[in-house]
């Protein structure tokens, strides 16, 4: 089940690199950009609750799509590009297996603990 997951990840990985594409941005924004959500994990200075509640807001595709669409609406390149990025990143965090954090800790996600065999 594991490797379907991953499978359906890269995929969905692949669409968030072809949502780019027709951006009009150059494509080293993309290799900027990609990493940038994982800031949101700074807010575990202030404890595990809002760790994950930061962690979560930054990397929930659903979030993502809506920032995505609000982008079309407005015909604004900026933020679908803040949406195509955010849900490229959840993808490919996701395709290595960090899920959504629960608020027990950075290692507990809804793909399982990371780490563990």
């Not at 780019?20 to 290799?31: E, V, Y």
């Not at 800031?39 to 404890?47: D, K, P, Q, R, T």
């Not at 595990?48 to 993502?64: E, T």
Request: aromatic letters at 18%; one cysteine or more.
């Amino acid at each position: 089940m594991k490797q379907l997951i991953q499978l359906e990840e890269a995929a969905l990985f692949a669409l968030g690199i072809y949502g780019f594409s027709l951006l009009p941005f150059a494509w080293w924004w993309f290799l900027v950009l990609i990493l940038v959500p994982d800031f949101s994990m700074i807010g575990y200075l202030a404890g595990n609750r809002a760790g994950a509640w930061a962690y979560n807001l930054f990397h929930h595709r659903g979030i993502a799509v809506a920032v995505y669409l609000l982008g079309c609406n407005m015909a604004n390149a900026n933020v679908q590009l803040t949406g195509v990025m955010l849900f490229a990143h959840s993808s490919m965090d996701r395709m290595f297996g960090y899920g959504l954090k629960y608020e027990s800790g950075f290692k507990f996600t809804h793909l399982g603990e990371i780490g563990k065999k």
